[in-house]
């Protein structure tokens, strides 16, 4: 089982990549924090399943003022370096409601460059 407290995350996509995000785990109860990139705060709260997928919620707020909500389904998939790379399956909420598909990978090294 993935214990995904402590864990750093950043988008796969290069237009993102200033975007850290935080995750933290107690039990089955996953939550985190994010920001980066056009967005100024967000957090997710959801809970892992046996199988170490992630089911959550999440809100943000974007470097525009708009607030953004949804939820997410994410599915782990380990590295040969030992990290974890996460399939997400997304959908937002609300008047700029969309569906979608992306990853995040785990930051597995100290450099402020990643932070």
Same mark, same amino acid.
């Given at each position: 089982?993935?214990?995904?407290?402590?864990?750093?995350?950043?988008?796969?996509?290069?237009?993102?990549?200033?975007?850290?995000?935080?995750?933290?785990?107690?039990?089955?109860?996953? &939550?985190?924090?994010?920001?980066?990139?056009?967005?100024?705060?967000? *957090?997710?709260?959801?809970?892992? *399943?046996?199988?170490?997928?992630?089911?959550?919620?999440?809100?943000?707020?974007?470097?525009?003022?708009?607030?953004?909500?949804?939820?997410?389904?994410?599915?782990?998939?380990?590295?040969?370096?030992?990290?974890?790379?996460?399939?997400?399956? &997304?959908?937002?909420?609300?008047?700029?409601?969309?569906?979608?598909?992306?990853?995040?990978?785990?930051?597995?090294?100290?450099?402020?460059?990643?932070?």
């Amino acid at each position: 089982m993935i214990n995904y407290d402590g864990r750093r995350f950043r988008p796969a996509e290069a237009e993102a990549r200033g975007r850290v995000a935080v995750y933290h785990q107690e039990g089955d109860l996953v &939550w985190g924090e994010f920001s980066g990139g056009r967005v100024r705060r967000g *957090a997710l709260t959801g809970t892992r *399943a046996p199988d170490d997928t992630l089911e959550f919620a999440y809100s943000m707020v974007l470097d525009d003022g708009q607030v953004v909500s949804g939820r997410c389904r994410s599915t782990p998939e380990f590295r040969e370096d030992g990290g974890v790379d996460l399939h997400e399956e &997304w959908e937002r909420f609300g008047p700029h409601a969309a569906t979608g598909r992306s990853r995040i990978n785990e930051i597995r090294d100290d450099s402020r460059e990643q932070r």
